[in-house]
């Protein structure tokens, strides 16, 4: 059981490959698989549109 053994995660390692012994992607808690919570709605205030700033015109002297 070392290096050679492909049945091991240190086998796994040493042919780099996966499998049962060393999955690629760590599983999830069980209890963590609950449906997403839905958002209160909330109220939007209506804001006023911005106001655009007009550039002045330098006076001719």
Known sequence: MGKGDRRTAKGKRY????GNARSRTV?????MATAPVAKKATKTVAK??????VAKKAAKE
């Open 15 to 18: 042919n780099s490959s996966y």
């Open 27 to 31: 599983a999830k808690a069980a209890g």
């Open 48 to 53: 006023a549109p911005a106001k655009k700033v």
